[in-house]
């Protein structure tokens, strides 16, 4: 029942800017405080204007395209409405240019769609208003926020279709996963059930005549089971825990994300090269690592170029994730904290470096055990 009355669509790429943008209503009054204190008119005009508009705002928030740029429109009028009284109308335009920009994750109709409103505070402004103090903010925030409405809306298509691809690239590496761990265990098992199988009947047809032998068969089908159980958790066991079958896995999934993302794969050196050295804890911590990188580089990046290299070098192992785009500026985001903080907790460490020439992310942990030979050595 509560999500019933939420102001905005429960969606983390909207956050709560909205109610930020939302503030710059206030810019309504400002010509009344500086000009128009003496006139009530204008007062209660601007205060009952924000009554449709605030229903408006926030219901442009849940419709999309058409019915967007019809909210749009819908909040450009009420900018109609109050400009004969209050210059300061062309704040409503303002808004309205920006939800005619996000009306469609196409610019060749959404910008159209932007230009429609600039049309309407051309026509308001000459037939209404025609004043400075309504037409040049009025036009100048139009063209602006209509062309950044624009710029969101293409960018949250392109989020959405990330999405998308990763859910069915995700999707399908389980299908394949289940379908390998399938193949494997009857390649395993086919072998040694059929053997069971045919020795349970001997085991039977000799029990009335050759009890002795029998019992040796009998014997011989334990013995057959249980290292057929040995193998079993053996195998499933290797599923489980550093053979790199998962980062392989995620890389796979991370090639086909990137490639949806236009950003080029290069493999320099796979998981292979640390065989026999992962445990499950740090085979998970990498492949997580692979993952944030990746992600990173889709969202924020622009990068057209990623290489990752594993490593089993000199007493240390690990990943390094580069990318050619824009470089990593300011401080890490949460998830690169978040994979500093796992990287640490298994005793490791995590550099990040940053240029015009991209970003260099480095994870390193040491093999303890060689490490103490070479120095006993």
Known sequence: MASRWRLLPDDPDIGWIPYAFVSYIAFVFLAPILGELDDPTIWWASAISIVPFLPLYFVAYWVTRGRRLVVAVGIALIG????????????YFLFAAYFAGLSHEDPRRSIPAAGLILVLTLATGAALAPTVYFLAPG????????????????????????RMARAEVEALARIAERDRIAGDLHDLLGHTLSVIVL????????????????????????EIARK?????????????????????????????????????????????????????????????AVREAATNIMRHARARHCWVAFFDESGEYGVEIRDD??????????????MRQRVEALAGRMTVEGARSGTRLRIVFEDVERVRSEDAA
């Open 228 to 288: 057929a159980l040995s193998e079993v958790r053996i195998a499933v066991r290797g599923y489980r825990v550093g053979n790199g079958a998962g980062l392989r896995q995620e890389l796979d999934g991370v090639e086909r994300a990137l490639q949806t993302a236009g950003v080029e794969l290069s493999i320099e050196a796979g998981p292979e090269v640390m065989a026999g050295r992962l445990d499950a804890a740090h085979e998970g911590v990498l492949a997580l």
């Open 80 to 91: 109609t409405a109050l400009a004969p009284f209050n210059p300061g109308a062309s704040t």
């Open 199 to 222: 020795k349970s009947e001997l085991t039977r047809a000799l029990i009335s005549r050759d009890q002795e032998r029998a019992a040796r068969e009998a014997a011989e089908i334990q």
């Open 139 to 162: 036009v100048l925030g139009v063209v602006v926020l209509g062309l950044l409405g624009s710029f969101f809306g293409r960018r949250n298509e392109q989020i959405g279709e990330l």
């Open 325 to 338: 785009g824009r470089g990593l500026a300011g401080r890490m985001g949460h998830g690169l904290v978040g």
